[in-house]
């Protein structure tokens, strides 16, 4: 043993010298001179992936000596270990295989890491390009101090049904929106480059329409046509691809019949054909062993054959890899160039990363302390929490409170706890508790004067029949002049395998607010939750509702800035909130029929319900200020657009309230007569616009052909010729001002 680890630090002194030497050679050669030197055993190591024995996000398998296979080259990734002291256990293991090939670290860096962002729909809402950006880079500069070298974000799958409880992880239901928003997640953990030391490869996920799985319910079928795969589904893959993004990782569902992981005609023929993606695809937890389940391959053999076919590189958890690969090249199913091709791409990452020249350059224990005490990044994470609130109503103006209030009632089951602020996929630090959370009841309390007096009241649990806390809640609202309400979801209520048919407000907290509304108080109701939920009484009832999401580390300082105005809401939402489950799927960009219906009022044969509206509840685009904002002076600089042209659209955007405020302005556009049905209308470009009080600005947005082009019934995408309206609007219903051109 005291051998072994004298040769371990002998090879530890040389690595600066080996480090100098391979600095003479391209990365490509460094690959192609390292794969000649690999046995077929080696090579397979590379392409499986084993989770770390301390935490799961998926289902475990239990390995005897896990240790020893990595000491013998079996293993080329571990995922869910963390922390700079474990990370360098096991890359220490790793240096003692025959060729020291390292190890790479995966974790779920999903909206933050010892920081935690809102959750990604709720950061979407800010429609703030350069916070979400920051958020990332921010997460990448501490799990990279962390050991990290890889994050399974951003999730980039367009979602349109809030049944489904991965929405949370995605940026709602645009395709335009959703493709900026991936860009800009992206650049944010990639930063500058692969091999700085605050940068960690990205992965664009579920490859690919895993947000369509029918009924909402996780890890189901989808089934749709070609050309609205291209359109509307990979178009925000398409542009992660453009970004840079180093990894994909394939999606749990079947598209048409054919799993999403043996799906050879997206990963060979578009992701590494067609788009010429040069990184590598990573299974999700165990998808490549549910092909069985699918039906579409009978055993593990088939299995490790369709997706090594397909182009499915490294194999998470499923061990298919590793005890099938081996005979499927003895007995000629495989050739040996598709294990090489694959065994390439994830080489030439690790060398990208430099992980050859110093396997143990993201394990820097000081490095790592002062990422996770960065006082910027708290800072940050606020400012991130706030731009992600929406407010859905403020009838009488009760929002923002004054700061002038002598009492106020804090009442519900989310106003005191820590964690439930995190929400679903946030990262337990080794060593690091909730302390450094600041709840709602912290921050608020943070806030007041302190000669303002503020009541609290649990009132119920999130769910449950137990009204018992109602009196206690009641006799509080009653002493306050303003009441505050939090309520919602527990936080592992959305998020993977949390599809719900009934998406309600759980328990009797509904029934709270009817009895707190009962006393008369003016009364502010907060929804904490991880997708769009349906709250018909509060919604019609509540004068001010505010919907913070799950907000993070710093949700409870951001909600008071809010609540007091210190910071003016702009966020507007990117899911439509349906009136009720029987909506969905509702989205703003639909087709029109044969038959629209343009109200609720007329149910003569066209495409209405008889029993609820065909509108949602709140639209996508949708969100409220504490100023108001009018738009004027449309003006297009040309009516004809022709080939190879653009056309400038201005307007003017005026604060006619009276304290500062941020609008986005919304254009849309609808091509009105195609080859094929177009959407009534299409977001194609925003703007964020910060005015003062009785401010005006102009705003100029660039119609391009592109910007006009869409997959036709060749999967051709290209602009036709015709007329196009342009609406310029608050929300995708709350349209101001319109205009047109022709496309010649």
């Known amino acids: 043993m005291n051998l072994k680890r004298f040769f371990f630090q002998l090879t530890l002194l040389f690595l600066p010298i080996f480090s100098a030497f391979s600095q003479q050679f391209t990365v490509d050669q460094r690959v192609a001179d390292l794969l000649s030197k690999m046995t077929l055993d080696e090579k397979i190591g590379q392409l499986n992936q084993y989770n770390d024995d301390h935490t799961a996000t998926g289902p475990v398998t239990l390995d005897s000596d896990k240790g020893g296979q990595i ?98 992880e995605g940026s709602g239901e645009d395709t335009y929106l959703g493709s900026l928003i991936a860009k800009a997640r992206v650049q944010g953990f990639q930063g500058n480059k692969l091999g700085d030391l605050d940068a960690v490869m990205a992965c664009a996920k579920h490859f690919a329409a895993y947000g369509a799985a029918i009924g909402g319910r996780d890890y189901n079928a989808v089934d749709m046509s070609d050309r609205m795969l291209w359109e509307v589904y990979l178009e925000p893959f398409k542009a992660a691809e453009e970004a840079g993004v180093a990894t994909f990782m394939n999606a749990f569902n079947d598209i048409n019949g054919i799993p999403a992981t043996g799906h050879k005609h997206l990963q060979r023929d578009i992701l590494k054909g067609q788009w010429g993606f040069t990184g590598f695809v990573v299974s999700d937890w165990g998808s490549i062993g549910e092909m069985i389940n699918h039906g579409t391959v009978k055993d593990g053999y088939e299995a490790a054959l369709s997706a ?134 912290e921050g608020l309390k943070n806030k007041i004067r302190p000669e303002t007096k503020l009541i609290y009241a649990k009132g119920c649990a999130i769910e449950g029949t137990d009204k018992s806390g109602f009196a206690e809640a009641v006799e509080a609202a009653k002493q306050a002049d303003v009441v505050i309400m939090s309520i919602g979801e527990r936080r592992d209520m959305s998020g993977e395998a949390k599809s719900k048919a009934h998406i309600v407000i759980p328990g009797v907290q509904e029934e709270l607010v009817k009895e707190i509304l009962a006393t008369g108080k003016p009364v502010v109701v907060m929804i904490n939750a991880g997708r769009p939920l349906v709250f018909p009484f509060i919604s019609k009832n509540v004068p001010a509702i505010l919907y913070t999401w799950w907000l993070g580390s710093e949700a409870g300082n951001a909600i008071a800035d809010v609540l007091f105005g210190d910071v003016n809401p702009s966020a507007k939402l990117t899911m439509s909130f349906p009136v009720s489950v029987g909506q969905i799927p509702i989205y703003y960009s639909h087709f029109n029929t044969g038959r629209p219906a343009y109200d609720d009022n007329n149910h003569n044969y066209n495409s209405s319900y008889l029993d609820e509206s065909i509108f949602p509840k709140y639209e996508f685009g949708f969100g409220l200020s504490y100023t108001t904002f009018t738009y004027s002076n449309l003006k297009l600089d040309k009516k004809v657009m022709k080939t190879g042209e653009s056309v400038q659209v201005s307007l003017q955007v005026t604060n006619s309230g009276k304290v500062a405020g941020e609008e986005i302005v919304q254009l849309y556009l609808r091509d009105k007569v195609g080859s094929i049905a177009r959407p009534v209308k299409e977001l194609k470009d925003f703007a964020k616009v910060k005015l003062a009080a009785g401010e005006t600005k102009t705003i100029t947005f660039t119609i391009t052909e592109e910007k006009l082009a869409f997959y036709n019934s060749n999967l051709e995408k290209k602009a036709e010729s015709g007329e196009f309206d342009v609406m310029i609007g608050a929300s995708s219903r709350d349209i101001r001002l319109n205009d047109g051109f022709v496309l010649q």
């Open 71 to 168: 000491r013998n080259g079996q293993v080329g990734s571990l995922l869910n270990c963390l922390g700079t002291e474990r990370t360098r256990k096991w890359q220490e293991i790793a240096m003692q295989s025959r060729l020291k090939i390292p190890l790479l670290f995966g974790q779920d860096v999903i909206h933050g890491y010892k920081t935690t962002f809102p959750i990604p729909l709720a950061e979407s809402c800010s429609w703030d390009l350069e916070a979400m950006k920051l958020a990332a880079r921010v997460a990448a500069v501490e799990a990279s101090a962390s050991g990290i070298h890889w994050t399974f974000a951003p999730m980039v799958d367009v979602a349109r049904d809030p049944r489904w409880g991965r929405v949370m």
């Open 308 to 441: 090594i076919t397909a182009g499915s590189d490294m194999d998470m958890e499923s061990r298919n890899y590793k005890n099938h690969l081996a005979q499927l090249v003895k007995d000629g199913k495989v050739p040996v160039a598709l294990i090489d091709d694959a065994v390439s791409r994830i080489l030439r990452k690790k060398f990208e990363l430099g992980l050859f020249d110093d396997p143990f350059r993201f394990s820097d224990p000081e490095r790592e302390k002062k990422a996770l005490n960065n006082p910027d990044h708290v800072r940050i994470a606020r400012e991130v929490a706030a731009k992600s609130i929406v407010l859905l109503k403020n009838e009488g103006n009760i929002l923002p409170i004054s700061k002038s209030v002598k009492t106020i009632a804090f009442i519900g089951p989310l106003v005191k706890p820590l964690k439930q602020n995190k929400g679903f996929w946030d990262v337990e630090v080794p060593g690091v508790d909730s302390t450094f959370i600041v709840s709602q009841w």
